[in-house]
């Protein structure tokens, strides 16, 4: 056929939908690819606009406007021909220039050369969606065509391609709800990467069509009857299981072949919505409905758009799956965002349910991009994103909310708004108190407690499982702990200017600006930072400070300078100081307790007990500790261990704890060990606001009859 008379063929599908002007649009950019890619040829041998002309068949068969038919037309002439973006506006306009410019740079992608380029080139794929959606979609076109002629291409090549479909491609076009492309995706990928597999898979599926073919019509024709007798309207499809979905629930869910396949699956297609709930009904009048397996997807939509009413039955001796839905529904559910264009004349409830949740991920991922600090980090969010199974909450005024399997009451609140999820101190589930870490459930409603001032917990980070949530909780972290760092550096390093006998005003801003050009930093803020953090020492970089000279450097501490006494200010702790002040479990220092700070590289200071057996003993490591002292007004409360030997006799535990209450302590953990038949001993971790506080609680304890000794364990 020639190139002439394909192009009719396109022409005559358009006119099915599009006006002459319009098909002529089409046409003329088809002419221009035409002469562009004159010479051309595809690996196969065919001429290289077979290949624009196969996608715009593509984008037609899910009625695409003519603007994305002339982008599919020209998507390779930017890259291929050397045509400038700028002719291709003067010709086709400057949305058209747009798409192919868009396209075009989605080409230049290769998600598989190294993880961070990968990484990279996503965030180019979300600037583009997020630009214009048709940009993926034509997009998806050109994959769809190159993976149907993988053939001539090298093995390597046809392993890459194959990989990046599945891994990235499928998925979008899930994603945006488009299943007739996301499932053949799925299909060719699997076979160009498991050809023996592929074919052993879809051999037995055709033998076992072939025997259970009247199984399956004796079905249909029951269907069919139940239908005609309640006078309801309804076409009956026999529904196909693809290879790939196959493969993966052998290999994931650890399912036979036959367990997989002896599951018999229809779709009905009817007028309303209303005939759908009716046909529910006809059919669970037929056969016994399995309990748990009944969806309503109509009332509640997937998170891309799709909606059906699912149901598996029990009858013959076998399970019977159907899904139920309207026309328009089986449009969606199999073109997805695309069928937005074919409905933009007529615009209707299902296509802007459709439309609003893909603006809604679309924006979602740009706001993960702008919050995530390095590509790799974003495309770790978004992955989780792309694999949604997802559960629906309410919100206390009965707004629907989607999330993904396992999310928990973080990770709804961050979806209703980023400033709601960072203040969040609370849940109630289903109006009682809940867990902010328990996995919610579909069907709770959910209400979230908030608090001025409070800020998100870095244990999140271990529960939550939406990218949104977890590029929020990191981007407030990350601003946290810099300015903690910045804070803690600053301290230690007047502290030690001190000793030197200046201070940071007295030291011109060219020293200043030595110190950080040596250090190879890029402003005095990184370099207190560093101090903060640990990754610096505070008198090294003083030394260098005060002596005139960057380069000054102190390797050995014994030979740095003898300070004045006041090096030895101690620093305050407040016990509030945040992401970068600890206090080590090993002594559990408690306010009262004379204390030293031991600076951790990257993590910031650790408080130990200045008796501490972990601290260094010899002079030079002595010289590096920061001597702190308590702040006065700590509402904070400590860890404390005690050891209580005691006669064994009934009641005791209970008056310990009575004592530990009495005394307005907390027990956080409680061990008995036996020592012999008379005697005991218990190990208690007990919370204090510190000496004072703990020495009554003691005081306490001691008071009881059956106590013979106690002492705080250090260890």
Not at 228 to 248: F, V
Not at 373 to 400: A, M, Q, R, W
Not at 645 to 650: C, K, N
Request: neutral net charge; aromatic residues 6%.
């Amino acid at each position: 056929m020639s190139a002439e008379a394909t192009v009719d063929v396109l022409a005559s599908e358009l006119s099915t939908y599009l006006d002459t002007n319009r098909i002529n649009q089409v046409r003329r950019a088809y002419y221009y690819a035409e002469q562009a890619h004159e010479g051309q040829m595809r690996k196969s041998g065919d001429r290289y606009i077979t290949h624009p002309l196969a996608v715009a068949h593509i984008l037609a068969g899910l009625k695409l406007d003519h603007q994305s038919l002339m982008a599919a037309m020209l998507h390779d002439v930017i890259e291929d021909t050397g045509i400038p973006k700028d002719a291709l506006a003067d010709q086709f306009g400057e949305d058209v220039a747009e798409l192919v410019d868009g396209v075009s740079k989605l080409t230049q992608i290769e998600f598989r050369t190294r993880a961070e380029a990968q990484a990279e080139n996503f965030q180019k794929m979300t600037l583009a969606m997020a630009r214009d959606i048709r940009v993926i979609l034509v997009k998806l076109a050109d994959r769809l065509h190159n993976m149907r002629t993988l053939g001539p291409m090298p093995y390597e090549k046809r392993q890459r391609i194959a990989n990046e479909t599945l891994d990235i491609y499928a998925p979008i076009a899930n994603r945006l709800g488009m299943h007739s492309i996301c499932t053949e995706l799925e299909d060719l990928g699997f076979a160009s990467l498991y050809p023996m597999r592929s074919k052993y898979i879809s051999k037995a599926v055709a033998k076992l069509r072939g025997s259970h073919r009247e199984i399956i019509d004796d079905i249909r024709g029951k269907l069919q009857e139940k239908l005609e007798e309640r006078s309801l309207p309804g076409r009956i499809l026999g529904r196909e299981k693809h290879l790939n979905s196959i493969y993966n629930k052998m290999k994931f869910k650890q399912k036979s072949f036959h367990e997989i396949m002896d599951v018999y699956a229809f779709r009905i297609i009817t007028d309303t919505e209303d005939d759908c709930y009716r046909i529910l009904g006809a059919v669970h009048s037929l056969y016994k409905p399995l309990p748990g397996r009944f969806k309503d997807y109509i009332a509640m939509p997937k998170a891309n758009g799709y909606q059906s009413l699912h149901t598996t039955l029990f009858g013959m001796h076998v399970n019977i799956e159907i899904q139920i839905r309207t026309e328009e529904m089986e449009h969606i559910a199999n073109n997805g965002i695309a069928a937005h264009w074919m409905y933009k004349n007529e615009p209707s409830s299902v296509t802007s349910v459709n439309q609003r949740q893909v603006d809604r991920w679309v924006k979602g991922l740009m706001e993960m991009r702008e919050r995530a600090d390095d590509s790799l980090e974003f495309i770790e969010h978004v992955k989780v994103d792309l694999f949604p199974d997802e559960i629906y909450v309410f919100t206390p005024k009965g707004k629907i909310m989607e999330l993904p399997s396992g999310a928990t009451p973080v990770d709804f609140a961050y979806a209703i708004h980023t400033d709601i999820g960072n203040a969040c101190v609370a849940c109630r589930i289903n109006r009682t108190l809940g867990s902010l870490s328990q996995p919610l459930q579909s069907g709770q409603t959910v209400e979230i407690i908030t608090a001025p001032g409070a800020r998100p917990n870095p244990a999140w980070l271990s529960f939550v499982v939406t990218g949104k949530a977890r590029s929020s909780i990191r981007h407030v972290l990350k601003n946290q702990k810099r300015a903690e760092s910045l804070d803690l550096g600053k301290t230690l390093l007047k502290k030690s200017l001190k000793g030197f006998g200046t201070s940071l005003s007295q030291i011109g801003e060219r020293q200043i600006q030595a110190v950080v050009s040596h250090n190879q930093v890029s402003s005095f803020e990184d370099l207190v930072s560093d101090i903060g953090l640990g990754n610096r020492m505070a008198y090294l970089v003083a030394r260098q400070l005060v002596s005139g000279n960057a380069e000054d450097q102190v390797a050995d501490p014994a030979s740095a300078p003898i300070m004045d006494k006041a090096d030895n200010t101690p620093v305050t702790i407040r016990g509030t100081e945040g992401l970068l002040v600890r206090f080590a479990n090993c002594c559990k220092p408690i306010p009262g307790d004379p204390v030293v700070g031991v600076m951790d590289s990257g993590k910031g200071m650790v408080i130990h007990s200045d008796t501490c057996s972990k601290l260094p003993e010899d002079g030079e490591g002595r010289s590096r500790l920061t001597h702190l002292k308590w702040a006065k007004d700590i509402a904070k409360e400590f860890s404390v261990e005690l050891r209580v030997e005691l006669e064994r006799q009934r009641g005791v535990i209970a008056e310990l704890a009575n004592a530990v209450a009495m005394a307005d302590g907390n027990i956080e953990r409680i061990n008995v060990e036996e020592q012999n038949a008379r005697l005991g001993i218990v190990s208690l971790v007990v919370h204090v606001n510190g000496r004072r506080h703990l020495a009554r609680l003691m005081r306490r304890i001691r008071n009881i009859r059956a106590v013979t000794h106690i002492n705080r364990v250090r260890h």
